[in-house]
């Protein structure tokens, strides 16, 4: 039976503040008082949806699902810089890079948030997997996905900005003929 549309919008603005507040103001002010303030919606309601500060965490990670992938074409290279394109645009456009970052930390000291970060990584580079499992043999496919994934991650978070386009159509070259790919 499907959910209702009230709750669906419920669950939809309620996860929104969430994930607005994470990212403007920190893992510690997400708090039922405060998404209710941002929502719009009673504190009753919220704990009656998400119990404890962590429900509200992980669901709030889970609006980065609904993020845009790019649409594969069936040619390798050009799904495999079009998806990496996509992530860019994610840590760019959508503060990727503070919740990965968060999840990073908080999955250090604190073991009940190594599943959402588990979950949603695992969310995250499954459109890339993809596409390079279908090209690649499954041993390739873990060492490809670190290799074009971390690049990008590690140029945002470690530089201040994504990688130039230049230089992920260099990476995927490199990449391809380090594992012995050939069309």
């Given amino acids: 039976m499907a959910e209702d549309a009230r709750i669906q919008r419920t669950k939809k603005d309620v996860t929104s503040a969430s994930l607005k507040i994470l990212l403007e103001s920190g893992w510690d002010s997400v708090t039922h008082s405060n998404v209710a303030k941002s ?45 990496l394109a996509s992530f860019v645009s994610a840590m760019t456009n959508f503060h990727l890079e503070r919740a990965l970052a968060m999840l990073a930390e908080r999955s250090q ?62 990476a995927i070259e490199i990449a391809l003929r380090g594992i012995g790919y050939t069309e």
């Fill in 39 to 83: 929502s719009g919606y009673s504190r009753a309601t919220i704990y009656s949806h998400w119990p404890n500060q962590l429900d509200l965490i992980r669901d709030a990670f889970r609006n980065y699902q609904q993020m845009p992938h790019y649409e594969r074409t069936g040619d390798f290279r050009s799904d495999l810089n079009g998806e």
């Fill in 109 to 170: 000291v604190d073991p009940s948030v190594t599943s959402i970060r588990d979950l949603f990584v695992k969310a995250g580079e499954s459109p890339i997997r993809d596409s390079i499992s279908n090209a690649v043999g499954p041993k390739k496919v873990e060492a490809l996905t670190f290799m074009l994934c971390g690049m990008i991650t590690h140029s945002v978070l470690m530089h201040g900005e994504p990688p130039a386009e230049d230089t992920i159509e260099s």
